[in-house]
């Protein structure tokens, strides 16, 4: 079974920054594209960074310059280095990666459970 854990998320002042972590375990074949998403109280989860195969990268207009999504494919994980961070950033940030797994020919989409990051003024 393929598995999503993200770690690194807390309590961190306004300016400040924080590391996220998504590792990837399980029968993997192949990871495709991988990025972390956010959802705040009574809002849509929205995409924050995406990282493709080839390492194309995008943001949300929202965290670009602050934000940087990086992957260790040799871990099957990825990173978001997060910096001067606003209290608008609050919420709980998930990983989600299409992966194809070892018994499937096509990728399918998966989510980790999610790390709650909260920034205060």
């Known amino acids: 079974q393929v598995r999503l854990v993200e770690s690194g998320g807390g309590l961190v002042q306004a300016g400040g920054s924080l590391r996220l972590s998504c590792a990837a375990s399980?029968?993997?074949?192949?990871?495709?594209?991988m990025g972390w998403y956010r959802q705040a109280p009574g809002k849509q989860r929205e995409v924050v960074a995406t990282?493709?195969?080839?390492?194309?990268?995008n943001y949300a207009d929202s965290v670009k310059g602050r934000f940087t999504i990086s992957r260790d494919n040799g871990k099957n994980t990825i990173y978001l280095q997060m910096s001067s961070l606003k209290p608008e950033d609050t919420a709980v940030y998930y990983c989600?990666?299409?992966?194809?797994?070892?018994?499937?020919?096509?990728?399918?989409?998966?989510w980790g459970p999610g790390t709650q990051v909260t920034v205060s003024s």
């Open positions: 989600h990666a299409n992966i194809q797994p070892g018994i499937a020919t096509i990728p399918l989409p998966y």
């Open positions: 399980g029968s993997i074949f192949r990871i495709n594209a």
């Open positions: 990282i493709s195969s080839s390492d194309s990268l």
